[in-house]
């Protein structure tokens, strides 16, 4: 089963119980609703694992080879302030100065990208709030392809600017890839709300998978009913696994 394009579309959802980050609060989702704790806690480490050692290239990634072990620590701590700003590291990554989110949000796609931009669309509103995005919004969010400078498939750029973040894909999986990395960016535990709008931390992102078969296999029978496979695919889908089986 292809997960990453599939993922999050599954239309409206209730608000969630579990906090407004982006990859705690589906893990929380998973450990409280359907699964037993151990075999949600065995999912999700085993993905970090995996990760560490056959994923997304993490030697390249933001920490580089020193943070091959340290990564599955600041994972599983997801909800903590030194936990990565975005999961699996990126393969470049540098910090910008903070900026501030302001609401409402309005997202703008390039032809082709509408399903990504629904996902963002109704994650930002999960994260602040059902008047987050509108029309016309204080702080634009641009997701466009970009062929002419992102070559690889599943490529993505993110970068934050004062007023506007662009999120740039060679391909519509890339485009996944950086709604993903966008919603763990403003869900993250260290953002604040201001007088002004939501402080964020600013960031210039590059980043390319290293194989782009990157799977993991679920014993489907663990799973009580299909709403509790579907939150775990959903997880899975938001640290950037490609394959479930």
């Given at each position: 089963?292809?997960?990453?394009?599939?993922?999050?579309?599954?239309?409206?959802k209730?608000?969630?119980?579990?906090?407004?980050?982006?990859?705690?609060?589906?893990?929380?989702?998973?450990?409280?609703?359907?699964?037993?704790?151990?075999?949600?806690?065995?999912?999700?480490?085993?993905?970090?694992?995996?990760?560490?050692?056959?994923?997304?290239?993490?030697?390249?990634?933001?920490?580089?080879?020193?943070?091959?072990?340290?990564?599955?620590?600041?994972?599983?701590t997801?909800?903590?302030?030194?936990?990565?700003?975005?999961?699996?590291?990126?393969?470049?990554?540098?910090?910008?100065?903070?900026?501030?989110?302001?609401?409402?949000?309005?997202?703008?796609?390039?032809?082709?990208l509408?399903?990504?931009?629904?996902?963002?669309?109704?994650?930002?509103?999960?994260?602040?709030?059902?008047?987050?995005?509108?029309?016309?919004?204080?702080?634009?969010?641009?997701?466009?392809?970009?062929?002419?400078r992102?070559?690889?498939?599943?490529?993505?750029?993110?970068?934050?600017?004062?007023?506007?973040?662009?999120?740039?894909?060679?391909d519509?999986?890339?485009?996944?890839?950086?709604?993903?990395?966008?919603?763990?960016?403003?869900?993250?535990?260290?953002?604040?709300?201001?007088?002004?709008?939501?402080?964020?931390?600013?960031?210039?992102?590059?980043?390319?998978?290293?194989?782009?078969?990157?799977?993991?296999?679920?014993?489907?029978?663990?799973?009580?009913?299909?709403?509790?496979?579907?939150?775990?695919?959903?997880?899975?889908?938001?640290?950037?696994?490609?394959?479930v089986?």
């Amino acid at each position: 089963m292809m997960l990453g394009i599939p993922s999050g579309l599954h239309g409206p959802k209730k608000r969630s119980v579990c906090g407004r980050n982006f990859i705690a609060r589906k893990i929380c989702e998973v450990m409280t609703v359907r699964f037993g704790m151990a075999l949600a806690f065995l999912t999700f480490a085993s993905a970090g694992v995996w990760f560490v050692h056959k994923g997304w290239d993490m030697e390249q990634g933001a920490w580089g080879k020193s943070g091959r072990h340290s990564a599955i620590a600041s994972w599983l701590t997801t909800n903590h302030e030194t936990s990565p700003l975005i999961f699996p590291p990126p393969r470049k990554f540098q910090r910008l100065p903070n900026w501030t989110l302001k609401l409402p949000i309005k997202v703008e796609a390039t032809k082709g990208l509408e399903a990504p931009a629904n996902l963002l669309k109704r994650e930002l509103a999960e994260i602040f709030g059902d008047e987050a995005v509108a029309e016309k919004g204080l702080t634009i969010v641009s997701l466009e392809l970009d062929t002419r400078r992102l070559h690889k498939d599943e490529e993505y750029a993110l970068e934050t600017n004062a007023n506007k973040v662009t999120l740039r894909a060679h391909d519509l999986q890339g485009a996944f890839w950086a709604v993903h990395s966008f919603l763990q960016l403003v869900s993250h535990p260290t953002v604040r709300r201001t007088s002004q709008g939501w402080q964020v931390a600013g960031v210039r992102v590059h980043d390319y998978p290293k194989s782009n078969f990157r799977a993991f296999m679920i014993q489907g029978a663990w799973a009580p009913n299909i709403e509790a496979y579907r939150m775990t695919l959903e997880l899975l889908a938001r640290l950037k696994v490609r394959y479930v089986a």
